[in-house]
């Protein structure tokens, strides 16, 4: 497994951007396709968007089309979530998550997680 660490959260008003960053340990980062998900209180985990393993195919949720945007860099093992016109509802716990395998949407299809870093949007 991959150990993440996320950071670059914080609070915003809306309107505004918020760049996150998840660095990655150890050699095969390059190996691995990385996501995004949120979370908010009482809610399940929510996939945000995703990149594959050389950064040519990204995936994301309807709501965040547009205004977020996934990138990774394969040589500083670090992927961004790149925020912007950030709505109250995009307040929650974002949080970092790597695994092999393209193609899974779900909290399910990912193996190893960040700590998560909380973004907050006032209105």
């Known amino acids: 497994q991959v150990q993440l660490v996320e950071s670059g959260g914080g609070l915003v008003q809306a309107g505004g951007s918020l760049r996150l960053s998840c660095a990655a340990s150890?050699?095969?980062?390059?190996?691995?396709?990385m996501g995004w998900f949120r979370q908010v209180p009482g809610k399940e985990r929510e996939f945000v968007a995703a990149?594959?393993?050389?950064?040519?195919?990204?995936n994301y949720i309807e709501p965040v089309k547009g205004r977020f945007t996934i990138s990774r860099d394969n040589a500083k093992n670090t992927v961004y979530l790149q925020m912007n016109n950030l709505k109250p509802e995009d307040t929650a716990v974002y949080y970092c998550?790597?695994?092999?395998?393209?193609?899974?949407?779900?909290?399910?299809?990912?193996?190893?997680w960040g700590q998560g870093t909380q973004v907050t949007v006032s209105s």
């Open positions: 998550a790597a695994d092999r395998y393209w193609g899974t949407w779900s909290q399910a299809g990912f193996g190893s």
């Open positions: 150890g050699r095969t980062f390059s190996s691995y396709v």
């Open positions: 990149i594959n393993w050389n950064g040519e195919s990204t």
